[in-house]
């Protein structure tokens, strides 16, 4: 029976060491690299910590915030629930609040989370609309170059730190496989593609 800790990043290139900083008090670490829109279920770490929980080896979650479960309300509340029925304890570390109290539900918890869990998601949302009128604005000056969004790359920058999927695209192989090996997003390699075919649209 153990303490673990879940830990969520939403891309490969974000550090994960703040959320580590109490690494030692557990017993294992479950670390995804994924956007909080995909439902945690479908999450590769996540999968392993579900199995672990069926398993009985796991009988307390830490997490640093809420929205390291998900963005969306629904998915938050509905792994909240799932956790609170195998009597699992899950503490969230920037509310100093656990789920459960002497195994029975913490209701000022599901109150507090019901609320964060709402803000999470307007704020995906929030940041969804700013940056689709972004890219409509810069679109209208003839600006846009697709750049992607929150990268503050350069172009050559892009290209070094991308060398596997460079390599990959030059050998000819498709751009799935490019970006699997290269471990980027499919966007990414298209992105890398066009720098390296300019002429081609």
Request: glycine residues 6%.
């Amino acid at each position: 029976m153990s303490k673990v800790k879940y830990i969520r990043v939403s891309t490969e290139e974000q550090n994960t060491a703040r959320q580590e900083v109490n690494a030692k008090e557990f017993s294992t670490i479950y670390i995804d690299k994924t956007s909080g829109s995909v439902q945690f279920t479908e999450r590769k770490e996540a999968k392993k910590l579900l199995a672990d929980i069926e398993s009985g080896i796991v009988t307390e979650i830490h997490i640093s915030s809420i929205d390291r479960l998900g963005r969306n309300i629904i998915d938050i509340l509905t792994v909240v629930e799932f956790l609170t029925q195998k009597s699992i304890k899950l503490f969230v570390e920037n509310i100093g609040m656990y789920s459960l109290i002497d195994n029975k539900p913490n209701p000022s918890f599901k109150m507090i989370v019901s609320v964060l869990g709402n803000v999470a998601e307007m704020e995906r949302l929030n940041m969804l609309e700013r940056q689709r009128q972004g890219i409509e604005l810069a679109k209208a000056k003839g600006t846009y170059t697709g750049r992607l969004f929150g990268s503050k790359m350069s172009d050559a920058e892009v290209l070094i730190k991308y060398k596997s999927v460079v390599k990959e695209l030059k050998n000819g192989e498709s751009l799935r496989r490019a970006s699997k090996i290269g471990g980027c997003s499919l966007g990414t390699a298209q992105k890398i593609q066009r720098l390296l075919n300019p002429a081609v649209i």
